[in-house]
């Protein structure tokens, strides 16, 4: 099994009050086969830290709104385990 962690290439994407910033987390599941996306905006399930809202967030992304980064295991399990303690907050 593969594991990824992404940052968002459209900060457009991720605006509020004039602000924006390029979302970055890990990938939760991958909808398609990276070099076939589906075309729907729904390839990738992922969750990253919203700092306008500050809380951990989950939403879908297209594969071509998103840089990827392959990561070992327990890189990635690293980080599911740093947002589940601040959603245990």
Wanted: with cysteine; hydrophobic share 35%; net charge negative.
């Amino acid at each position: 099994m593969k594991y990824y962690f992404f940052r968002d290439t459209d900060n457009e994407s991720n605006l509020l009050d004039g602000k924006t910033y390029h979302a970055a987390g890990y990938v939760e599941k991958l909808y398609c086969e990276l070099d076939k996306p589906n075309n729907s905006g729904k390839d990738l399930a992922v969750s990253f830290f919203d700092p306008f809202e500050g809380m951990i967030t989950s939403a879908w992304r297209a594969v071509n709104e998103v840089e990827l980064f392959e990561v070992a295991e327990c890189e990635y399990q690293a980080l599911v385990k740093s947002y589940d303690d601040i959603n245990a907050l």
